[in-house]
């Protein structure tokens, strides 16, 4: 008889909840990211946040700032900075036409999901934002509210 060892759970989308809250989303992009060693088995196990991230476009090229990657448990050779910078791999098309967008009309890069595509690679989904006004939050709030009261006045009959 021998024993089965329990597979680990893997996560396939780490989302920025409060992203949709806090921002007004125009435009999505989807990016790589470069990350380092053993990186991709932390966030394979879904130990990853994008609260409180963002990114911003230096020289060129797009990073990504405060993305926490707890380091990997198994991991002897490096010790890797949980909330680096990392780089997004983008194409230098959509880093000017993101630049332009950016200083144009004063708006933000927001990073709203991490997921694994069919392949197997970490992709970064950036969403063009503008912050939200109190007043704004609280008409998203209203509406959120009247939506389920709708949903659940439809369930009823």
């Known amino acids: 008889m021998s024993k089965q060892q329990a597979k680990p759970t ?13 921002f007004e989303i125009f435009d999505t992009i989807v990016a790589g990211i470069e990350l380092l060693g053993s990186e991709v088995k932390s966030v394979r196990l879904g130990k990853a946040s994008l609260n409180e991230s963002y990114a911003m476009i230096h020289k060129g090229e797009v990073w ?14 490096d010790t890797l900075e ?4 990392r780089k997004l791999l983008l194409h230098k098309e959509q880093i000017r036409r993101l630049q332009s967008q950016i200083n144009e009309k ?6 709203l999901k991490a997921f694994f595509n ?8 950036l969403g063009i934002a503008k912050g939200k006004k109190l007043h704004d939050k609280r008409d998203t709030i209203k509406n959120r509210d009247a939506e389920r009261q709708l949903q659940q006045a439809r369930k009823q009959y």
Do not use: D, H
Request: charged residues 25%; proline residues 7%.
């Open 118 to 125: 069919p392949r197997g690679v970490l992709k970064v989904e």
């Open 82 to 85: 949980a909330k680096r910078s």
């Open 10 to 22: 893997y996560v396939s989308v780490i989302q920025n909840r409060k992203a949709r809250f806090e």
């Open 106 to 111: 004063g708006l933000t890069l927001i990073p």
């Open 64 to 77: 990504l700032e405060n993305m926490q990657i707890t380091p990997y448990e198994l991991n002897t050779l």
